[in-house]
């Protein structure tokens, strides 16, 4: 049964602290996504990858945020140092190629307190 | 940039048809995707409209009228377990980065 695998599900956290946000793609996809969901903002797209290169990360406050694919089977989504404002849930998303499907993990829901 | 958008809350009844609605603005369109997300769940993939015209599946069609920049969602035969979010995407200027829009809160009432 191939899905995107998140880890941890959830996260409670003190303001300031690291937190990293773990995300396994369907093995054989090339494109990875990380939204992040508030009711306030909806789904935002943060990072997109293809191929393990970043290639839109507008989206991503780049001054505490920091996206990465160490290796086809990892990408990570990095915030240092936390805020409360940060608190959401965050999606990693993979896809193949130039389909039209992008696959959502179950996300990480993050507090930071 | 690509902007969005959609009703925020929608209510029929169980049995009924239901059209959500999405018009957008963006640069480099290539396609419509609808997503459906239940309450603490993911968004799943529903349709996708990457030419002008209907796509059906099931119980669910999805519309696309590239010159009016509008597309929707059809649900027929609703049931309990439609109620749910429902997003429209659209496919960006890098053919893949997904751009949601605000969401459509389904409510399906017995």
């Known amino acids: 049964d191939a899905r995107v695998t998140q880890t941890p599900r959830d996260k409670v956290t003190e303001m300031g602290q690291e937190v990293t946000m773990r995300c396994q793609p369907i093995?054989?996809?090339?494109?990875v996504f990380w939204y992040r969901q508030t009711m306030m903002q909806g789904l935002e797209l943060l990072a997109y990858?293809?191929?393990?290169?970043?290639?839109?990360d507008s989206g991503m406050p780049k001054d505490r945020f920091s996206a990465e694919m160490p290796d086809a089977t990892l990408a990570t989504l990095k915030i240092q140092p936390s805020e409360p404002r940060d608190s959401a849930v965050y999606f990693c998303?993979?896809?193949?190629?130039?389909?039209?499907?992008?696959?959502f993990g179950q996300g990480t829901r993050l507090t930071v307190v | 940039g690509q902007s969005l958008e959609q009703p925020s809350e929608v209510t029929a009844v169980e049995g009924a048809i239901v059209q959500i609605n999405c018009t957008y603005q963006?640069?480099?369109?290539?396609?419509l995707s609808w997503y459906q997300q239940h309450d603490g769940g993911a968004p799943t993939f529903l349709s996708y409209?990457?030419?002008?015209g209907l796509e059906e599946t099931g119980r669910f069609s999805s519309f696309l009228s590239r010159s009016d920049s509008y597309g929707y969602l059809l649900l027929q035969e609703l049931q309990m377990k439609d109620s749910a979010s429902y997003f429209c995407?659209?496919?960006?200027?890098?053919?893949?980065?997904?751009?949601f829009g605000p969401g459509t809160r389904l409510s399906v009432l017995p």
């Open positions: 963006t640069s480099g369109f290539y396609g």
């Open positions: 409209n990457g030419l002008d």
């Open positions: 093995l054989g996809h090339n494109t």
């Open positions: 998303a993979s896809g193949l190629g130039d389909s039209y499907e992008a696959f």
């Open positions: 995407a659209v496919r960006g200027i890098y053919g893949q980065n997904f751009v």
């Open positions: 990858f293809r191929n393990r290169a970043p290639l839109d």
